[in-house]
């Protein structure tokens, strides 16, 4: 937009120089001591919105720094008061909706003040302003504050100075309780979070200079009971009835103009006082008696005359000149304002709001075809490049900064290696501070993964909010199981460690639902009531992807037990790979006894005598699945053949065995086996082929049975690949237990509605939790989200698995009470107590029946339950079919025999 010019335009921008410079020595008008102040321009002119950008570019572009300055368009904000506060006017008054303009006003001046736009020496900090806007604004509601009512308010003060703070804030963060109650006695903790808070509040409502400002400002004084209490109430609760909007109004505008004199007062320890060159200017578009601008400003005009004090403040407003009026001749800016500085002078105590005017009648600008414009904006153009008075030299920053930084010189130089050891150890330490509890026993890894183990709710990075909340609540049951065990010394703590693949990606439905369940388990275990039942601890902890750091985490792990000897055993052990057996060589040598939640691979229970798990061996669950597939070819579904779908990755030691059971319990059921790799995503360095998408494309027309025997994220590939090529006609696929982690996922399994498919779980199946189960009544309190979404979730087929891991520890505990009450719960003497759980003794789980069968050499459950569960569409997964001990119900017709040992 063109530069509006008009007759002596210079010396109008000549003029905002002056006005908006601040001296070196007192304020404007310099002559003039104990009753400075600056005029409130009123700028009469044929359109304001020309006028006003063209002040804006000004002020914009000022040297060396802009000044700061708010527009505000008051016929528009009156407009919003009334639509938005249709509650303050009543009986045709305007005077509470006039208050509510002035704060809307001010709320938009001091935000524009504050904010980042400007430069740093120029922000002001609105602490009176902010006060008493945020009293005025608690409540809207006729009923005001909760009774008693001068408690409720102090209580909500002090949660605001508490979050203000930053001291405060991060002592009341969660991290910043669990380090004050990980690593101070008791009695510092309660000091550093309740009672040195609280006295800290008391003694600020004192001491605080917005506090004590409040007090001793002369706007709403009459009946004032004389505390800051009293008077703060006055101003928080509906006051509509009892109070005087225009004293309200006043109130702000003090409050707001002291802000900005203490912001600009200078003194020798207020550098940035010295170094504000400017004044803030708040320009009022179209302030008229109409929207209430005229009143406004003669509101804050009476504040100047009332308190006597100078304000750095400019209001300039805008008036459009009234229709048919013609502008004053001889428009001379200069003179006119020596004529008011005179004025004003003369007036002194006596002045009134007209003296404050400083009226400027704007010519028409001039069009640029008119023959003086081009001659009017040579002149016009330089003076509108405002040059900001020079800061005095001992007041620079540069002054500031050099003196600084010799102090700091010696200092940082002797602090240099110490902070570059202390951001290494961070970095190391997953960027955590030393003062995290969790820092100490997490590591990053080269892939940028951060594993370990964390007791007090650090979530490895995951950004899911179900995950971090489940992390949270095992972290405060953790905190929960310390404080019972103070309180009752007999109630030993035992602490197990859940060791997950990973707690992101593909594996994060799985994991959360896995720590859900060893968090419900948890949870019953804490709510006993005996004398001598332990209490139990959980400590969550990431082996990355693929269990490739799961050694790493065992020397964590070793390095933990040395301090904290509670730790008996270990749970999880996500995915039968090679990264898993040498994770299960380590906890071996440390002596700690596992239960496995969802391992299967034939060769694991070979690895070490201290490994159990939950779920059958693979053998079990090819012989399961053949039957099956023998039982859809009865019911004429498929035909006698088989192809069985498996990775072509060489550590994935679950779908190589998986594959080979699958062989040859197919080949003996009489189906013509055929095999088929694929290559996973990602691919492992050095393999090449067809990936598993080109499996489900390859799969159309296939009229035998598709068993899959890999991982849950390649066979969400198989699905597309058959979903895009015969989607309305898919082949018939049956999925090994992995593909659970897949049909946990409602928004995975709704991808492909088209194509249904079965798949083996070692659970019963989904549930809700409304259904009579120890786990579910638990995760109902412990996990009320999770509840909701049941319906679409199959939550059962990975919590129940973890719960009843955890179930079996504290049986091999609880049976080592009743045989020798005073045996120290040992991870050897907890092992001995697992191979216990076999006949009379076993456990009647959620998963179905856990019975280690009494033998020494056997860890895996007897005739353990495998479900078939069937997903069509978007539903949730089905049973259609069961093997195995569950209860007193009768196994599927099909099933293969059980046998005494799997």
């Known amino acids: 937009m063109p530069t509006p010019v008009f007759e002596n335009g210079d010396a109008f921008y000549q003029l905002l120089t002056r006005l908006v410079s601040r001296p070196a020595h007192g304020e404007l008008p310099e002559d003039i001591k104990g009753r400075d102040g600056i005029p409130v321009v009123r700028l009469v002119c044929d359109d304001d919105v020309d006028l006003a950008d063209g002040v804006r570019k000004s002020l914009s572009e000022a040297t060396p720094v802009s000044v700061p300055h708010e527009f505000i368009d008051v016929s528009r904000s009156w407009a919003k008061v009334g639509n938005d506060r249709p509650d303050l006017s009543h009986d045709g008054e305007e005077s509470w909706l006039r208050a509510e303009l002035y704060r809307r006003i001010l709320v938009e001046l001091a935000e524009e003040f504050s904010s980042a736009s400007n430069a740093r020496d120029s922000r002001v900090r609105f602490r009176r302003f902010g006060l008493v806007n945020w009293l005025l604004e608690s409540t809207h509601t006729k009923q005001g504050l909760d009774d008693p009512h001068d408690r409720r308010l102090l209580q909500r003060l002090r949660a605001r100075e508490l979050r203000r703070g930053r001291l405060w804030a991060a002592l009341r963060s969660p991290g910043g309780e669990v380090a004050l109650h990980e690593r101070v006695p008791w009695w510092g903790w309660i000091l550093a979070l309740y009672v040195v808070p609280a006295v800290w509040f008391r003694a600020w409502r004192v001491l605080g200079s917005e506090y004590r400002w409040l007090l001793r400002q002369p706007y709403m004084a009459p009946g004032d009971p004389g505390t800051f209490v009293g008077f703060a109430l006055r101003l928080a609760q509906p006051r509509r009835e009892r109070e005087n909007p225009d004293q309200i109004g006043k109130l702000m505008i003090n409050a707001f103009l002291e802000d900005l004199r203490v912001a600009y007062r200078r003194r020798f320890w207020r550098r940035r006082a010295w170094r504000r060159t400017a004044y803030c200017i708040a320009f009022l578009k179209g302030a008229d008696d109409d929207n209430c601008g005229n009143a406004f400003i003669r509101s804050l005009i009476d504040v100047r005359n009332e308190t006597g004090l100078f304000d750095p403040l400019l209001v300039i407003a805008g008036t459009p000149r009234a229709p048919g009026s013609q502008p004053r001749a001889g428009f001379d800016p200069l003179q006119t304002y020596k004529t008011w500085a005179f004025k004003f002078g003369t007036a002194k105590r006596s002045r009134q709001a007209k003296d404050w005017y400083l009226v400027l009648d704007v010519p028409t600008p001039l069009t640029a075809d008119d023959e003086s414009y081009d001659e009017l904006l040579e002149r016009v153009e330089p003076a509108q490049v405002i040059k900001l008075p020079a800061t005095l030299e001992w007041g620079r920053r540069r002054v500031t900064v050099t003196a600084g930084v010799m102090a700091a010189v010696v200092v940082l130089a002797g602090c240099v290696y110490a902070l570059n050891d202390l951001k290494d150890w961070q970095r190391e330490h997953c960027d955590l501070s030393s003062s995290n509890p969790d820092a100490g026993t997490l590591r990053r890894q080269a892939t940028g993964e951060c594993v370990g183990i964390a007791p007090n709710g650090y979530a490895f990075g995951v950004p899911d909010e179900d995950v971090r909340d489940t992390l949270a609540t095992i972290a405060r049951q953790n905190d929960e199981a310390d404080r019972l ?158 192809r069985v779908v498996y990775s072509s990755d060489p550590t994935d030691e679950y779908s190589k065995n998986l594959r080979d059971d699958a062989d040859r319990s197919f080949a003996t059921a009489g189906f013509t086996v055929q095999d088929l790799s694929f290559v996973p995503s990602p691919a492992p360095a050095g393999l090449s082929g067809d990936g598993a998408r080109s499996v489900g494309e390859g799969a159309c027309g296939y009229r035998g049975l598709v068993f899959f025997a890999g991982r849950s994220e390649d066979f969400a590939k198989v699905l597309e690949g058959a979903n895009d090529v015969c989607g309305s006609t898919p082949p018939t696929f049956l999925g090994g237990d992995d593909v659970a982690r897949f049909a946990a996922d409602p928004q995975q399994r709704a991808t492909y509605p088209r194509v249904p498919f079965d798949f083996l779980d070692f659970t019963p199946g989904t549930a809700t939790c409304e259904s009579a189960s120890d786990l579910y009544s638990t995760m109902k309190d412990l996990f009320p989200r999770e509840c909701e979404k049941v319906k679409n979730s199959s939550l059962d087929g990975h919590a129940s698995l973890a719960f009843d891991a955890v179930n079996l520890f504290l049986k091999a505990v609880g049976r080592l009470q009743d045989t020798a009450p005073g045996l120290p719960l040992t991870p050897a003497a907890v092992w001995h107590g697992l191979s216990s759980i076999h006949g009379k003794a076993a456990l009647d789980g959620e998963s179905g029946q856990i019975d280690f069968g009494g033998l020494v050499d056997q860890h895996i459950p007897v005739d353990k339950l495998v479900s078939v569960q069937h997903v069509d569409g978007r539903k949730a997964p089905s049973q259609i079919g069961f093997c195995g001990k569950r209860g007193g119900l009768r196994p599927s017709a099909w099933c293969p025999p059980a046998r005494a040992i799997d």
């Open 485 to 642: 065990h103070e309180a009752s010394p007999r109630r030993r703590v035992v602490t197990l460690v859940h060791i997950s693949a990973l707690l992101g990606g593909s594996g994060r439905q799985y994991a959360r639902e896995a720590l859900q369940g060893v968090a419900s388990a948890q949870r019953r275990q804490l709510d006993k009531q005996g004398e001598t039942d332990p209490v139990l601890r959980i400590f969550p902890a990431s082996a990355g992807s693929n269990m490739q750091f799961g050694p790493a985490v065992v020397g964590l792990l070793q390095d933990m037990m040395r301090a904290d000897p509670t730790i008996v055993g270990v749970t999880g052990l996500d995915q039968s790979r090679q990264a898993t057996i040498t994770t299960i060589h380590e906890l071996t040598k440390i002596g700690l006894p596992m239960v496995a939640t969802t391992l299967s691979a034939d060769v694991l229970d070979q690895q070490s005598p201290l490994y159990y798990q939950v779920g059958p061996q693979n053998r079990r669950e090819a012989a399961i699945a053949a039957a099956y597939a023998n039982h859809l070819v009865s019911q004429g579904k498929v035909r006698r053949t088989v």
